[in-house]
């Protein structure tokens, strides 16, 4: 059982910066990969970022250069820092988790999410 929690959503002006947090707990293999979604209003959810657990990291074209994932392993926490943030960088961000088990069955957990605003 994994459970995520993320926090430091807000809303900011354009131009601004937010950092998210997403802090992971329960049984976790130490070969993972974590990654951030986000869905904004009248939109699909969509891949932002994602971590493994080497520190691998990629991004959507829409946030390369503006957004920065790292993760803290001996905290299993991830981190999305949020720079030059856009009207458009609006909607929920969800933290997620894809593991798998020692026999090879997938897992995949998510968070309850954490809302960003951006305005204009």
């Known amino acids: 059982q994994v459970q995520l929690v993320e926090s430091g959503g807000g809303l900011v002006q354009a131009g601004g910066s937010l950092r998210l947090s997403c802090v992971a707990s329960?049984?976790?293999?130490?070969?993972?990969?974590m990654g951030w979604y986000r869905q904004g209003p009248g939109k699909q959810r969509e891949l932002v970022a994602t971590?493994?657990?080497?520190?691998?990291?990629s991004y959507a074209d829409s946030v390369k250069g503006r957004f920065t994932g790292s993760r803290d392993n001996a905290k299993n926490t991830v981190y999305l820092q949020m720079n030059s943030l856009k009207p458009e960088d609006t909607a929920v961000y969800y933290c997620?988790?894809?593991?798998?088990?020692?026999?090879?069955?997938?897992?995949?957990?998510w968070g309850q999410g954490t809302q960003v605003t951006v305005s204009s």
């Open positions: 329960g049984t976790i293999f130490s070969s993972n990969t």
């Open positions: 997620k988790l894809e593991q798998f088990s020692r026999i090879g069955v997938r897992y995949d957990y």
């Open positions: 971590i493994t657990s080497s520190g691998s990291t």
